[in-house]
Nanobody, 120 residues
Framework: VQLQASGGGLVQAGGSLRLSCSAS????????MAWYRQAPGKQRDLVAL???????SYADSVKGRFAISRDNAKNTVYLQMSSLKPEDTAVYYC???????????????WGQGTLVTVSS
């Protein structure tokens, strides 16, 4: 299973970006999908999570500005980021819990990361 993230880039403060992450490979189902971020010199933190039935949760720092969504038919998760701030600058990683069969265990996978830079 591979997760391929895209959509990062350079944006001015107050701007918007949309990240995408598609899962491919031997996939029966995907449970939780999430976005994390890691700023230079800091730990990797959870930004947003969405369950397989669409329930969402967000870090306090992004509530009201970011929106996570998913397309189960495409095994893809999105992160719409608005009102971006310089402190949102980080490498963003997607994450997913994947089952490869109907009776298999869930395995956790990471994408390769996509850099978001917000200039002031």
């Amino acid at each position: 299973v591979q997760l391929q993230a895209s959509g990062g880039g350079l944006v001015q403060a107050g701007g918007s970006l949309r990240l995408s992450c598609s899962a491919s490979g031997s996939i029966f189902s995907i449970n939780n999908m999430a976005w994390y971020r890691q700023a230079p010199g800091k730990q990797r933190d959870l930004v947003a999570l969405i369950t397989n039935n669409g329930r969402t949760s967000y870090a306090d720092s992004v509530k009201g500005r970011f929106a996570i969504s998913r397309d189960n038919a495409k095994n893809t998760v999105y992160l719409q980021m608005s009102s971006l701030k310089p402190e949102d600058t980080a490498v963003y990683y997607c994450n997913a819990d994947v089952a490869q069969s109907s009776i298999g265990a869930l395995y956790n996978y990471w994408g390769q990361g996509t850099l978001v830079t917000v200039s002031s």
